[in-house]
């Protein structure tokens, strides 16, 4: 594990080892979040901004779209100084435990479960585990790099 | 509630299009937090990148197939789903994705009907840019 995960450059992929923890990051799901994400991929289903709504939907106040869990848990790899230019994503999953709601704080952390290289590529496979304001598992994420 | 209350193998899901160019893929950068060169500077891109220029960010087409399980099920597939991709080709700046999702498998559990779908996102020139699956509870 690197002593060090307050990076000023991106890790190398030497420098990245099995079992690295990356340290809790706590992300805002902030109105203003939610507009430039929902502006970005062009959905804007009104449970998203409206509180009338949503509750005529089911949900307690406004929800956010789900692959917003994208923006925080690719925040997490700042403490490694961000990802190197040129970094790939190959793959993603993740697993949705309930609805993230706007304005919830929500922490993650990572684990590198895996890394490898495969005809001439390195990959990085990284575990997130995301937790709302209520400290209930929300989101499980696991994440494919091709690490340049 | 938008979702069908009959599901059933084969069932199509509605397909989304969208028209990617640089100015949504920088707008998605923002959102993110991230100024990647290999998605926001063409110049470097295609000095450096194996893709001969810009291109976008992968989630932004599994946040499409988001839209696209939402529209046929409602929102509450957050509830308990789960959905996994891998992104096979590069979506650049002039390209129309279009989202495919078809139900291949229903079982009933004790928590409710299991759905299984297969999705993926296909270019202009139907070349397969992202493909996966996706398991929800309803």
Known sequence: M???????????????????????????????????????????????????????????????????????????????????????????????????YVGETLKTTGTVVKKHTKRGKQYIEVETTSLNSLNDKIVLGRSTFIWP | MNAQNRQEIGQQLPSIKMKIDQGRIDTYGEAQGENDPIHHDQEWAQKNSMFGGTIAQGMMSMAFISQMITAQFGLYWVNDGVLDVTFLYPVKPGDTISTQGQVVKITESTDGKRITCAINCTNQDDRIVLSGSIEIVV
Do not use: W
Request: aromatic share 12%; hydrophobic share 40%.
């Open chain 1, 2 to 100: 690197m002593d060090n995960l307050s990076a000023e450059k991106p890790l190398t992929y030497d420098q990245i080892t099995l079992g690295m923890a990356l340290p809790e990051l706590e992300f805002e799901i902030s109105e203003e979040r939610i507009k430039k994400y929902t502006d970005a991929i062009e959905d804007f289903n009104p449970i998203y901004f409206d509180t009338e709504k949503a509750r005529a939907s089911g949900f307690t106040g406004k929800v956010a779209p789900p692959t917003i869990a994208a923006l925080f848990i690719l925040k997490i790899y700042d403490c490694l100084g961000g990802q190197p230019d040129g970094t790939i994503h190959a793959k993603q999953a993740f697993h949705f435990f309930g609805p993230v």
